[in-house]
């Protein structure tokens, strides 16, 4: 089955700096989703990129759709306390409904 | 707007017993799908429900889980004769379909303990 495998697996960074994290995928998707969980949540949607080579933006944060559509990255600009929490990439393809998830990447903020 | 409602939040039941989650989509969606978390993973796709219709159930364990989405009211996962390994977060999304996209929106999650 594919498999979405992201990086790094945590990050441990200080307030104001940047971040960037990418997921890689097996075989191609169509749709790329960036989602954020905190403890005791569920998931909440960030960005949806729909298109190949796409470079999308919601407020500080970043994602792009990679060329080869086995890739997505996303970046954070500027962290603030309130972005920790786990990042995970999530393929689609069409005709397909299920979210395939990537394997997550923990940010954690050091005051 | 209300979002994704899932109940209970939390669910304890003792080896054997039946467990049932419940799930409220978006006003306006009518696509139901159920995942699953074990803990220090992603969620794992289960199955993908429209009204009345089960339409991909291809992550489901073939034995003990059903769910449904009834023309009325909240979509059900059914987890019969509960065993340890079942204890996990279960979480619900829906999503509108309209026009091609399919972004999912997820409920809070129902944490289930098997004992």
């Known amino acids: 089955g594919q498999q979405l495998n992201q990086s790094p697996q945590s990050m441990f960074i200080q307030e104001g700096e940047d971040v960037s994290m990418n997921c890689t995928s097996s075989?191609?998707?169509?749709?790329w989703l960036w989602y954020k969980q905190e403890p005791g949540e569920g998931p909440v949607l960030l960005i949806a990129?729909?298109?190949?080579?796409e470079l999308t933006s919601n407020g500080r944060l970043t994602a792009q759709f990679g060329i080869t559509r086995k890739d997505s990255f996303l970046n954070i600009s500027a962290s603030i306390p309130s972005d920790v929490g786990i990042y995970f990439c999530?393929?689609?393809?069409?005709?397909?409904?299920?979210?395939?998830f990537g394997t997550g990447t923990r940010l954690t903020i050091i005051p | 707007n209300a979002g994704v409602m899932q109940n209970p939040r939390h669910l304890v039941r003792r080896r054997g017993q039946e467990a049932r989650l419940r799930c409220s989509p978006m006003?306006?969606?009518?696509?139901v799908y159920w995942y699953r978390q074990l803990p220090e993973e992603g969620l794992k796709f289960m199955v993908y429900l429209q009204k009345e219709n089960i339409i991909d159930e291809s992550g489901m364990p073939k034995e003990r889980f059903s769910a449904e989405f009834p023309k009325e009211g909240p979509s059900i996962l059914r987890i019969q004769q509960v065993v340890r390994g079942d204890s996990a977060a279960y979480f619900c999304?829906?999503?509108?379909?309209?026009?091609?996209?399919?972004?999912?929106?997820f409920g809070p999650g129902t944490r289930l303990t098997v004992l």
């Open positions: 999530a393929g689609l393809n069409f005709g397909n409904e299920k979210l395939t």
């Open positions: 075989s191609i998707f169509n749709t």
């Open positions: 999304a829906s999503s509108p379909r309209v026009g091609g996209l399919n972004e999912q929106f």
């Open positions: 990129l729909y298109k190949a080579g």
């Open positions: 006003k306006g969606h009518s696509h």
